[in-house]
């Protein structure tokens, strides 16, 4: 079927059978003469239910409106409602009731009219399909489906709820003419109004049976055929079905009470329709009845739609069972038969709690109940053991007569999304792992950080063990192998555990037997693995002593050591241990331990080889970077960050001497192409050149740098560097004033920075000049050109490298600015010449560092 959506065009206002003040006062009364019972009609719950389930929708629901709203009948969300009055206003029924046609809205949070409505609001009628029913003239009620998920409406579920609203009306007039009147004129103005549903009147005295026009149509005959007797009757009813409507028949009579039979009729061409009547047996003086009058009305179509859902339900691949109000399986189609058939083959008739215990105390029953005691649809994924052994999506809804259940079986899912979650699991222990590694290199610390990870995630505590230096091919020849080994890390899930497992870690290596887990892992560089029984084996392969001792106390159930592999040796070992309450070692968890190892064994060999580095570039670091002169009327503070973690020194460099004959302090802040070693050796080169030529030569910067060019051309030496050369002379006289005089010269360096009375500014020269090692034997007959200033007493003269300035995306007159604003900032609270270096490079670097920083700061004492 071709759904389309259907949008019915509202009436005028003026129009409105709800507001129309003519009609207003005769509608409400019509309405509250339908609503009068207050416990609602079982008949309309079924009718609801039917809606909803040959509309596809959650819920259905009869109300009727006077001046408040009572729902006469329901199903899903509005079963426990029946009966109830509420504010018509609040409700969507109120719609159709206004406009007297149909309201079809496929999303009712888009929709103008329904989306500030509680229902709505609340989630229970994301979609909604309304007709009204009319009595009398007027519109009193709706005939409604509902659902919790937004959904089209077509023309074919417009008529066919309208269908349905028919029998629906019919129930509400018959039970109001029930409770109400007892005569003929009632019945036959039931027969009028109620469209499709005829009238009946028997005289229990004289026996005579009387049928309206309306019922002759609905049990195919006419009134010259029909004898008007109840053997007449009884001859149109299905022969299977006769002895049970003439019961109920003899019931009422005997009772004076309803009649209520839905039935087969054979038709005189052979016909065969479904019809459903409804009755009252009424009383004489004597209080022995004397009629029974009623109505009844053709249901073979919704008979039929009965019969379809039912087909689709034993010919759908999706599981679906239903249970009662006791819990016992009233319907199972042929898909719920083959998922249970490990229990049973036809469950019908069983208690479900009965036949499959293991439902008590479980989801199944949990949901179950709250499905039923809320009125709400379920949905859950749940597991129920063997004989089933699987895994079940579940989804459940209460109806008026119990609960109906699908579910289809998701195991296979299930499995690979375990199968997945596990894959996604070892992903991001090995990036952790990674990560982890990368972050440090200090071996301790790496060492540290990757037991943590491992535990609890592949353990439930573990020792890592760094190999020192290369082993032969068969270590354990060598009877000091134990001595290349060091516990450097340790870890227990047990915080209480964890100074038992240190205990354990620091005593361990001594007692190793060649025949221990261990040494058996060193000589063969596999892993070793003993999945039960741990304690006693490791016990068994240690001297006796505190390592039996605190291995007994801890108690591992499994066991298991790693190499880890680094670059041709074995830089260490891993060994994990779970306890008693954990499973052995599958080969999975054997994977990843050796992926992690893998991972881990480099990363150990890095820091092995970094210690050692650093120790080099340190010791380097210290020969070139020598601490300032002290001298009397200054203070010389110098300060240096490297940028390579790896080798703890660059090409950035200070320098800061005095050359008694001119009665000077040389200063110079230089940078060599490169952040490593190397860059650290051609500075080198270059601060030996420019120290060895200012001491002996005596002559100015410009001089100075011209003469390191030369040399560097010269002496061929391949590397280029930018520097700034500056001398700070005093006279006798400026000494005892404190002043001096400022003399420099770049070499393509970023200037040098002055504060003079609270202000800050860069030293340009005048002309620019190249870097050092730039110039050829043949051009560096061209010389440098020299700047000098006056500084007063208390200034600060500031010379740095183009690290503490320089970001990426900036130019150097940026970094200059907020190098300058900085520093007067920070000498406005006129701290100590140590204090303000400190404070400068905090300010001016980020929390990491692409290049070399070195500065010199010489402040003037007053």
Same mark, same amino acid.
């Given at each position: 079927?071709?759904?389309?959506?259907?949008?019915?065009?509202?009436?005028?206002?003026?129009?409105?059978?709800?507001?129309?003040?003519?009609?207003? $006062?005769?509608?409400?009364?019509?309405?509250?003469?339908?609503?009068?019972?207050?416990?609602?009609?079982? &008949?309309?719950?079924?009718?609801?239910?039917?809606?909803?389930?040959?509309?596809?929708?959650?819920?259905?629901?009869?109300?009727?409106?006077?001046?408040?709203?009572?729902?006469?009948?329901?199903?899903?969300?509005?079963?426990?409602?029946?009966?109830?009055?509420?504010?018509?206003?609040?409700?969507?029924?109120?719609?159709?009731?206004?406009?007297?046609?149909?309201?079809?809205?496929?999303?009712?949070?888009?929709?103008?009219?329904?989306?500030?409505?509680?229902?709505?609001?609340?989630?229970?009628?994301?979609?909604?399909?309304?007709?009204?029913?009319?009595?009398?003239?007027?519109?009193?009620?709706?005939?409604?489906?509902?659902?919790?998920?937004?959904?089209?409406?077509?023309?074919?579920?417009?008529?066919?709820?309208?269908?349905?609203?028919?029998?629906?009306?019919?129930?509400?007039?018959?039970?109001?003419?029930?409770?109400?009147?007892?005569?003929?004129? =009632?019945?036959?103005?039931?027969?009028?109004?109620?469209?499709?549903?005829?009238?009946?009147?028997?005289?229990?005295?004289?026996?005579?049976?009387?049928?309206?026009?309306?019922?002759?149509?609905?049990?195919?005959?006419?009134?010259?055929?029909?004898?008007?007797?109840?053997?007449?009757?009884? &001859?149109?009813?299905?022969?299977?079905?006769?002895?049970?409507?003439?019961?109920?028949?003899?019931?009422?009579?005997?009772?004076?009470?309803?009649?209520?039979? /839905?039935?087969?009729?054979?038709?005189?061409?052979?016909?065969?329709?479904?019809?459903? *009547?409804?009755?009252?047996?009424?009383?004489?003086?004597?209080?022995?009845?004397?009629? !029974?009058?009623?109505?009844?009305?053709?249901?073979?179509?919704?008979?039929?739609?009965?019969?379809?859902?039912?087909?689709?339900?034993?010919?759908?691949?999706?599981?679906?069972?239903?249970?009662?109000?006791?819990?016992?399986?009233?319907?199972?189609?042929?898909?719920?038969?083959?998922?249970?058939?490990?229990?049973?083959?036809?469950?019908?008739?069983?208690?479900?709690?009965?036949?499959?215990?293991?439902?008590?105390? $479980?989801?199944?029953?949990?949901?179950?109940?709250?499905?039923?005691?809320?009125?709400?649809?379920?949905?859950?994924?749940?597991?129920?053991?063997?004989?089933?052994?699987?895994?079940?999506?579940?989804?459940?809804?209460?109806?008026?007569?119990?609960?109906?259940?699908?579910?289809?079986?998701?195991?296979?899912?299930?499995?690979? %999304?375990?199968?997945?979650?596990?894959?996604? +699991?070892? &992903?991001?222990?090995?990036?952790?792992?990674?990560?982890?590694?990368?972050?440090?290199?200090?071996?301790?610390?790496?060492?540290?950080?990757?037991?943590?990870?491992?535990?609890?995630?592949?353990?439930?505590?573990?020792?890592?063990?760094?190999?020192?230096?290369?082993?032969?091919?068969?270590?354990?020849?060598?009877?000091?192998?134990?001595?290349?080994?060091?516990?450097?890390?340790?870890?227990?899930?047990?915080?209480?555990?964890?100074?038992? =497992?240190?205990?354990?870690?620091?005593?361990?290596?001594?007692?190793?037997?060649?025949?221990?887990?261990?040494?058996?892992?060193?000589?063969?560089?596999?892993?070793?693995?003993?999945?039960?029984?741990?304690?006693?084996?490791?016990?068994?392969?240690?001297?006796?002593?505190?390592?039996?001792?605190?291995?007994?106390?801890? +108690?591992?159930?499994?066991?298991?050591? =790693?190499?880890?592999?680094?670059?041709?040796?074995?830089?260490?070992?891993?060994?994990?241990?779970?306890?008693? /309450?954990?499973?052995?070692?599958?080969?999975?968890?054997?994977?990843?331990?050796?992926?992690?190892?893998?991972?881990?064994?480099?990363?150990?060999?890095?820091?092995?080889?970094?210690?050692? %580095?650093?120790?080099?570039?340190?010791?380097?670091?210290? $020969?070139?970077?020598?601490?300032?002169?002290?001298?009397?009327?200054?203070?010389?503070?110098?300060?240096?960050?490297?940028?390579?973690?790896?080798?703890?020194?660059?090409?950035?460099?200070?320098?800061?001497?005095?050359?008694? *004959?001119?009665?000077?302090?040389?200063? !110079?802040?230089?940078? =060599?192409?490169?952040?490593?070693?190397?860059?650290?050796?051609?500075?080198?080169?270059?601060?030996?050149?420019?120290?060895?030529?200012?001491?002996?030569?005596?002559?100015?910067?410009?001089?100075?740098?011209?003469?390191?060019?030369?040399?560097?051309?010269?002496?061929?030496?391949?590397?280029?560097?930018?520097?700034?050369?500056?001398?700070?002379? %005093?006279?006798?006289? %400026?000494?005892?004033?404190?002043?001096?005089?400022?003399?420099?010269?770049?070499?393509?360096?970023?200037?040098?920075?002055?504060?003079?009375?609270?202000?800050?500014?860069?030293?340009?020269?005048?002309?620019?000049?190249?870097?050092?090692?730039?110039?050829?034997?043949?051009?560096?007959?061209?010389?440098?050109?020299?700047?000098?200033?006056?500084?007063?007493?208390?200034?600060?003269?500031?010379?740095?490298?183009?690290?503490?300035?320089?970001?990426?995306?900036?130019?150097?007159?940026?970094?200059?600015?907020?190098?300058?604003?900085?520093?007067?900032?920070?000498? &406005?609270?006129?701290?100590?010449?140590?204090?303000?270096?400190?404070?400068?490079?905090?300010?001016?670097?980020?929390?990491?560092?692409?290049?070399?920083?070195?500065?010199?700061?010489?402040?003037?004492?007053?």
């Amino acid at each position: 079927m071709n759904r389309v959506p259907v949008e019915p065009e509202r009436p005028a206002a003026g129009r409105s059978p709800f507001r129309g003040p003519e009609i207003t $006062s005769a509608r409400v009364e019509r309405a509250r003469s339908l609503s009068a019972r207050t416990d609602g009609l079982p &008949a309309l719950n079924r009718l609801a239910e039917l809606a909803a389930q040959l509309l596809g929708t959650g819920s259905g629901q009869v109300s009727v409106i006077a001046d408040r709203q009572r729902v006469m009948g329901g199903s899903g969300l509005a079963a426990p409602t029946v009966g109830a009055e509420s504010d018509a206003s609040e409700s969507l029924c109120l719609l159709p009731v206004e406009t007297g046609e149909p309201v079809a809205i496929p999303a009712t949070r888009d929709d103008a009219r329904s989306q500030h409505l509680p229902p709505v609001v609340g989630g229970a009628a994301a979609s909604y399909l309304g007709v009204p029913l009319r009595s009398g003239g007027h519109v009193v009620g709706s005939l409604c489906v509902f659902d919790t998920a937004e959904r089209t409406w077509s023309a074919d579920d417009v008529r066919l709820l309208e269908q349905l609203a028919e029998p629906a009306l019919a129930e509400l007039e018959l039970a109001a003419l029930e409770s109400t009147y007892e005569e003929d004129r =009632v019945v036959w103005q039931l027969a009028v109004d109620a469209a499709g549903v005829g009238a009946f009147d028997w005289d229990l005295v004289t026996g005579e049976l009387r049928w309206d026009d309306r019922l002759l149509e609905v049990f195919g005959t006419d009134r010259a055929s029909f004898g008007g007797t109840i053997e007449t009757f009884n &001859a149109f009813v299905h022969a299977d079905d006769r002895d049970w409507v003439g019961a109920a028949l003899d019931h009422a009579i005997a009772t004076c009470g309803e009649y209520a039979a /839905e039935y087969r009729v054979t038709w005189p061409d052979g016909t065969l329709r479904w019809v459903a *009547a409804r009755g009252h047996a009424i009383a004489g003086p004597d209080g022995t009845a004397v009629r !029974v009058v009623g109505a009844a009305y053709d249901t073979t179509a919704v008979r039929e739609g009965e019969e379809r859902v039912a087909r689709t339900l034993e010919a759908m691949p999706t599981a679906f069972y239903h249970l009662d109000r006791d819990w016992r399986f009233t319907y199972a189609n042929p898909e719920a038969r083959r998922l249970l058939g490990g229990i049973s083959s036809d469950p019908v008739g069983h208690v479900v709690w009965e036949l499959f215990p293991a439902t008590v105390g $479980s989801d199944f029953e949990r949901y179950y109940r709250s499905a039923v005691e809320s009125g709400r649809p379920r949905s859950f994924e749940a597991y129920y053991p063997p004989p089933l052994d699987g895994w079940y999506e579940v989804r459940c809804w209460p109806t008026p007569d119990g609960l109906s259940v699908y579910f289809i079986e998701i195991t296979e899912r299930r499995i690979a %999304q375990d199968v997945l979650a596990r894959a996604a +699991g070892r &992903a991001e222990l090995l990036a952790d792992v990674t990560r982890t590694l990368t972050d440090t290199l200090e071996a301790d610390e790496a060492v540290e950080r990757l037991a943590q990870i491992l535990v609890p995630r592949l353990g439930d505590w573990c020792v890592v063990t760094q190999v020192d230096g290369r082993l032969t091919d068969d270590p354990l020849v060598d009877r000091t192998w134990r001595r290349r080994l060091r516990d450097i890390g340790c870890w227990h899930s047990d915080p209480a555990k964890r100074p038992l =497992v240190e205990q354990y870690a620091q005593v361990r290596i001594p007692a190793l037997t060649n025949g221990s887990m261990v040494a058996r892992a060193l000589a063969g560089r596999e892993p070793v693995v003993v999945h039960e029984g741990a304690t006693e084996h490791i016990v068994s392969v240690l001297e006796p002593g505190p390592a039996t001792e605190a291995c007994r106390a801890l +108690g591992p159930a499994a066991a298991a050591v =790693v190499p880890l592999p680094g670059r041709g040796r074995t830089a260490g070992l891993l060994t994990v241990f779970r306890g008693p /309450e954990r499973p052995g070692f599958s080969p999975e968890d054997l994977v990843m331990l050796s992926e992690v190892a893998d991972r881990a064994g480099l990363a150990l060999d890095n820091a092995t080889l970094y210690a050692g %580095q650093r120790d080099i570039a340190e010791g380097l670091q210290r $020969s070139l970077l020598t601490a300032p002169p002290r001298i009397e009327h200054l203070d010389v503070v110098v300060r240096y960050e490297p940028a390579a973690e790896a080798a703890q020194v660059g090409g950035d460099w200070y320098d800061a001497f005095q050359q008694p *004959a001119a009665d000077a302090l040389t200063l !110079v802040i230089g940078d =060599v192409i490169g952040h490593d070693a190397r860059a650290a050796a051609a500075m080198g080169q270059v601060r030996t050149l420019l120290r060895g030529i200012a001491v002996t030569t005596e002559g100015g910067p410009a001089e100075v740098l011209h003469r390191v060019d030369a040399a560097l051309a010269t002496l061929r030496v391949d590397t280029m560097a930018t520097a700034v050369m500056a001398r700070l002379e %005093q006279t006798p006289a %400026q000494r005892d004033v404190g002043s001096a005089t400022l003399r420099w010269s770049s070499a393509g360096h970023p200037p040098p920075v002055v504060v003079v009375d609270g202000v800050a500014r860069a030293l340009w020269c005048g002309d620019p000049n190249p870097m050092l090692g730039l110039l050829t034997a043949a051009s560096v007959a061209s010389s440098r050109s020299e700047s000098s200033i006056e500084l007063p007493p208390g200034s600060l003269l500031l010379l740095y490298t183009d690290g503490l300035v320089e970001r990426r995306g900036e130019v150097l007159d940026t970094g200059l600015d907020r190098l300058c604003g900085v520093l007067t900032e920070l000498l &406005a609270e006129d701290p100590s010449t140590e204090d303000l270096c400190d404070r400068l490079m905090a300010r001016m670097l980020p929390g990491w560092t692409e290049d070399d920083i070195a500065l010199v700061a010489v402040r003037l004492r007053d």
